[in-house]
């Protein structure tokens, strides 16, 4: 570890199913506002060009008329 690294570098090779089960017991440890920040994140680099569109807003505002039916 180098002088300016200041965490410690801590890896293993595991399978994929004991990947999974590492996965399943991180997020059972976690509170819902770090699960909830974690999702986000997720969210935002998979969809970085739509969250960098403006925000737009579609209004429509319809009347009914008095004579719906047509019948007299």
Known sequence: MNEHDKIKK????VSFAEAEEIEVEYYANINWKESAENVEKMRQSIWNKEYLLPMSKRISIAHLN????GLE
Not at 10 to 13: A, D, E, L, N, Q
Not at 66 to 69: L, Q, V, W
């Open 10 to 13: 801590i890896g293993r090779k």
């Open 66 to 69: 008095d004579n719906r039916d």
